[in-house]
């Protein structure tokens, strides 16, 4: 299920450029020109992806302890079902339902250290701003993480979200560069299609954790007591 981050990541990245675009589009010259204004383009999506991956690292460490306690496949189905909530609430008072979690609070802060990080108008700073815009809240990124968090590993899971970050790296680094490349009428209809696409992936999750037997989409997957049991009927009796 990890190549489902790249997937969502590409698809994704047209929300990111309605999103976060004014951001890449406004960073600073910098100083110098040719490769450093580059490189600063290239740091500032690298941030983000950084911030992406220890985001998914965290999610991984919640999911792990959930599947230590032997909730595997309710994260899957759990997962799901949060992604498709990601994507209804929206449309019944998202904002006010952010508010109440205090993430408007998180945003005002972010901006404020963003601010700081434009005014030094250096290279480095570049990496800075990418990783404070990876924190920014974001119902997009929320919901790559939904799935993340039912990868099996914290590696994995770190490795969902790197990808994913791949995956809006193509087209925000070209928005970087330059912002005139995407028309107005293509990123609105890739934003129409996230909801859909964020569907189709909760689905799968649902389907993953509901143990069907079927292989890749639904894997049928052994607990560790009937592990356990099988090796002890399967041990070999030892010889007198």
């Not at 110098?32 to 998914?56: C, D, E, H, K």
């Not at 949060?82 to 008072?93: D, K, S, T, W």
């Not at 997009?140 to 809006?168: E, Q, R």
């Amino acid at each position: 299920m990890v190549w489902a981050g790249f997937l969502f990541g590409i698809l994704g990245s047209f929300h990111c450029v309605g999103m976060c675009g004014p951001i890449a589009m406004a960073l600073p010259i910098g100083r110098g020109a040719g490769w450093q204004f580059v490189a600063g383009r290239l740091l500032y999506n690298g941030g983000r992806i950084l911030t992406y991956s220890l985001l998914g690292g965290l999610a991984g460490l919640f999911g792990k302890s959930l599947q230590l306690a032997g909730f595997q496949q309710t994260i899957s189905i759990v997962s799901g079902l949060l992604i498709l909530a990601l994507v209804v609430l929206p449309h019944f008072g998202g904002n006010k339902f952010t508010s109440f979690l205090g993430f408007d609070k998180v945003l005002q802060k972010v901006q404020s250290l963003m601010a700081k990080q434009f005014q030094k108008n250096s290279t480095a700073s570049m990496g800075i701003i990418g990783m404070l815009n990876g924190i920014l809240p974001c119902g997009f990124v929320y919901i790559a993480l939904a799935g993340a968090v039912s990868v099996p590993s914290v590696g994995g899971s770190m490795l969902y979200m790197a990808l994913f970050g791949l995956g809006t790296f193509p087209l925000m680094f070209i928005l970087s560069l330059s912002g005139k490349l995407v028309k107005p009428n293509l990123r609105s209809f890739f934003k129409k299609a996230i909801p859909y696409a964020a569907t189709f992936m909760a689905v799968l999750f649902i389907l993953r954790g509901l143990n069907l037997g079927i292989p890749y989409l639904s894997p049928q997957v052994i607990k560790t007591a009937e592990k356990t049991e099988m090796a002890c009927c399967h041990k070999p009796v030892a010889k007198r």
